[in-house]
C-alpha cells in the first residue's frame, strides 16, 4: 500500500507500533504509568493512569520519524476517540529539541476529528511557556499525545488516523 505524502500515522489491525514510545514522570521520579497498544479493532490505543505522587503527573505517548517536510500544509488532523478529559498533542521539529510545540484539547467521548492550526501551536517546556515564536518550521521530527491534567485519574484515547492538510 503506497503512503500517501500528508499521512502522519494511520492505524490499522496490521500497524507496526514499534516506534511509538511511552515517555512517563517516571523519568523525573513520578509513578504514572502510560500503555500503547494497538486495540482488536485496529486502533492506537494509549491508557493507563497519571500519578501525582512524588511530583508526578503525566504520561506521554512519543511517535519519531525522519524529519518530514511540511511546509504546504498548515494543519494536523486529528482522528481520535478520548474519555472526556484534556490532552495535549505536541510536536518538534527536531527530536533533540528540548521543548515542543503544543495544542491543547478537550476530548468529548465520541469519535472526532481535531483540527490543530501548526501557526497556533505555541513553544513549552516542562510545562512553561517559552518567550520565542510559535510554531513556523517546515520540517518536523516528531508528535506526540500527553496527559496531565493536574490530577490523579485514570486515561484512554484512541487514535485512528493523523494526517497533515
Known amino acids: 500500500m503506497m503512503m500517501q505524502e500528508n499521512i502522519l500515522f494511520d492505524f490499522n489491525k496490521n ?3 514499534s516506534k511509538w514510545r511511552i515517555v512517563d514522570d517516571v523519568v523525573m521520579g513520578g509513578k504514572s504509568s502510560g ?4 486495540n482488536k479493532e485496529g486502533f492506537g490505543e494509549f491508557s493507563g493512569k497519571v500519578s501525582l505522587e ?6 506521554s505517548l512519543r511517535y519519531g520519524f ?6 504546504e500544509y498548515s494543519k494536523i488532523i486529528l482522528k481520535i476517540k478520548g474519555d472526556g478529559k484534556a490532552y495535549q498533542f505536541r510536536i518538534k521539529k527536531d527530536r533533540v529539541d528540548a521543548h515542543s510545540y503544543i495544542f491543547s484539547f478537550q476530548t468529548q467521548g465520541n469519535w472526532e476529528t481535531i483540527t490543530v492550526e501548526l501557526s497556533k501551536m505555541y513553544p513549552a517546556f516542562r510545562g512553561r511557556v517559552l518567550e520565542i515564536p510559535n510554531f513556523s ?8 499525545f500527553l496527559i496531565g491534567n493536574k490530577k490523579a485519574e485514570n486515561f484512554q484515547l484512541l487514535i485512528d ?3 497533515l492538510e
Open 35 to 38: 500503555n500503547f497498544r494497538l
Open 161 to 163: 488516523k493523523i494526517y
Open 54 to 59: 512524588n511530583n508526578g503527573g503525566f504520561s
Open 66 to 71: 525522519d524529519k518530514k517536510r511540511i511546509s
Open 15 to 17: 500497524t507496526n507500533i
Open 137 to 144: 518550521s517546515n520540517f518536523i521530527e516528531e508528535i506526540a
